[in-house]
């Protein structure tokens, strides 16, 4: 895949534009190329359609310059906009104009990439999932049927149905035995019902709309031409929303399928270390729900430390290891890598594993694992091992510096000699995004999710105030977490029963699903 730069050839001395459908709004639904077009950008230019999640994925010094519009107002005007794309490309910037669904598709990206050439400047068009097909998918409506309709059409319904001179041929559209699918229309509603039925459509012709299709705030209306306007009406349903008139609407009962997903409708906020967080996440939107990343914790290896050198070079003398996390196993082999030393170094000492995925880790270098407790606290590790110790062991702990102290004075206790090494630093995040405080703060996010002390405690110095909280469910990965978040005066509402990723997951699934029922 090739990508221009500005320090190319005919880009030296001028930037270049790319035109990007950055989809109908899941995250997951923009292309490879889309998101690569916002990995490299100096500028990004976006939209009120484009999923601001997307923009995390830009680089850490890049310039955004939102330009959405609203029905009852517009931030800058489309010539504005395109004089904006002129400028910082002529700046020499390589500016990605991230656009809702596709930018040909009622995108005036047209009208962009005409600017554009007449400025000298080069660009090209990413196309994006144009909501028209990809909104009634996920409402469990396909816009073609081989038992219903062959063909489609998408219209715009931002044009008043009822001016003097239409571009619509409105008796054309109501003898077409397809679907049509009409966007930015949620304004026009009535009219274009009344113009459907005056030029001979039937009023029992089904019909649906879909406002904020793909996204967790999904609401779909269904109705007949005859009843839509008040079943919408009686809905509070307002844009952004497309239509979809035809037979295809019926088959919405048997196709349903994302609304149906356990975590529909859930915007969760995980705020574990940005290097963690992707599983998490990932098990969340396929569950049909959304994760926002907002991690409060930041992981910093300590390989280069001469306490952890000292430890890979000793591990062979000790009777155990005991790995408390991933990232313990990580930075230690880490070491030993960058030592030029191999798991022979390790001798005979045993393997301890706090919990399953640190489990899987050790195993993934090719390490038997002989112990590894029922629960996944340190209180757990102690009785896993007790029957397994002798006194007087030597013990080596590779672990983060802000670990607690209970699983090393209690092994003193029991006679053995421990032996601490700082494996990685957790490093507090200074400040979230505004985003995230806004979603906070207008209740847009569900759940907070904490899977450690750590979490809980720069959540709440990040957010200063907790009563912004209110409304909003807590989860906690166990009790540990749990009675961090107590400190702070909060209780949570979930906390999970395996003290895991997937044990927490598991208890966001079950009270969500509890609350539906």
């Given at each position: 895949m090739k990508f221009a730069t500005k320090y190319e050839g005919v880009f030296m001395n001028k930037g270049y534009v790319y035109l990007v459908g950055a989809g109908p709004g899941d995250i997951g639904l923009i292309t490879v190329k889309g998101l690569e077009c916002i990995k490299r950008a100096d500028v990004i230019v976006y939209d009120r359609l484009a999923n601001p999640r997307l923009l995390s994925y830009a680089k850490a010094d890049a310039k955004y310059i939102y330009v959405g519009k609203t029905p009852d107002h517009h931030t800058l005007k489309q010539e504005e906009i395109n004089q904006v794309l002129v400028d910082e490309a002529t700046k020499g910037n390589i500016v990605t104009r991230?656009?809702?669904?596709?930018?040909?598709?009622?995108?005036?990206?047209?009208?962009?990439?005409?600017?554009?050439?007449?400025?000298?400047?080069?660009?090209?068009?990413?196309?994006?999932?144009?909501?028209?097909?990809?909104?009634?998918?996920?409402?469990?409506?396909?816009?073609?049927?081989?038992h219903l309709t062959s063909t489609f059409t998408v219209i715009t319904g931002h044009e008043d149905?009822?001016?003097?001179?239409?571009?619509?041929?409105?008796?054309?559209?109501a003898e077409d035995p397809g679907t049509l699918i009409f966007l930015m229309g949620v304004g026009h509603l009535s009219q274009i019902v009344q113009q459907l039925i005056?030029?001979?459509?039937?009023?029992?012709?089904p019909i649906a709309l879909i406002r904020w299709g793909t996204r967790p705030e999904q609401q779909v209306v269904v109705g007949t031409l005859a009843t839509i306007v008040e079943d919408v009406a009686r809905a509070g349903l307002t844009s952004p929303a497309i239509i979809i008139v035809g037979d295809v609407v019926k088959m919405r009962d048997t196709l349903s399928w994302f609304e149906h997903k356990p975590l529909f409708g859930q915007r969760i906020l995980v705020t574990r270390a940005r290097e963690q967080a992707s599983v998490f996440s990932n098990m969340i939107e396929e569950a049909g729900g959304e994760a926002w990343e907002a991690p409060t914790i930041a992981i910093d290896s300590a390989a280069d430390t001469d306490e952890l050198k000292k430890a890979v070079y000793e591990a062979g003398s000790y009777d155990w290891i005991i790995f408390t996390s991933v990232n313990g196993v990580n930075a230690f082999f880490d070491c030993m890598r960058d030592n030029k030393l191999d798991i022979r170094s390790l001798g005979g000492a045993k393997i301890?594993?706090?919990?399953?995925?640190?489990?899987?880790?050790?195993?993934?270098?090719?390490?038997?694992?002989?112990?590894?407790?029922?629960?996944?606290?340190?209180?757990?590790?102690?009785?896993?091992?007790?029957?397994?110790?002798?006194?007087?062991?030597?013990?080596?702990?590779?672990?983060?510096?802000?670990?607690?102290?209970?699983?090393?004075?209690?092994?003193?206790e029991m006679g053995m000699?421990?032996?601490?090494?700082?494996?990685?630093?957790?490093?507090?995040?200074?400040?979230f995004?505004?985003?995230?405080?806004?979603?906070?703060?207008?209740?847009?996010?569900?759940?907070?999710t904490f899977t450690s002390s750590s979490t809980v405690k720069n959540f709440m110095e990040l957010i200063g105030d907790k009563t912004i909280l209110e409304g909003i469910k807590l989860a906690s990965i166990g009790p540990v977490t749990t009675k961090t978040l107590k400190d702070f005066g909060l209780t949570p509402d979930i906390e999970a029963v395996d003290y895991t990723i997937q044990g927490l997951f598991n208890a966001i699934v079950e009270a969500i699903h509890k609350n539906q029922e």
């Open positions: 991230l656009k809702g669904g596709d930018p040909y598709v009622f995108g005036r990206g047209g009208e962009e990439g005409e600017t554009l050439k007449d400025a000298g400047i080069s660009f090209e068009v990413v196309p994006g999932i144009t909501s028209a097909i990809a909104v009634p998918s996920y409402a469990g409506i396909p816009v073609t049927h081989r149905p009822m001016k003097a001179s239409s571009q619509i041929n409105w008796s054309r559209l005056t030029n001979g459509k039937s009023d029992e012709t301890c594993a706090i919990g399953p995925k640190t489990k899987e880790a050790l195993e993934a270098k090719g390490l038997l694992v002989e112990a590894m407790p029922e629960k996944f606290v340190a209180e757990s590790v102690i009785e896993c091992l007790k029957p397994l110790l002798s006194p007087g062991e030597r013990i080596l702990l590779p672990r983060s510096d802000l670990a607690r102290k209970v699983l090393v004075d209690t092994l003193e000699h421990v032996d601490e090494a700082v494996a990685y630093h957790t490093v507090k995040v200074n400040r995004d505004n985003e995230i405080i806004e979603k906070i703060k207008d209740k847009s996010i569900h759940v907070v």
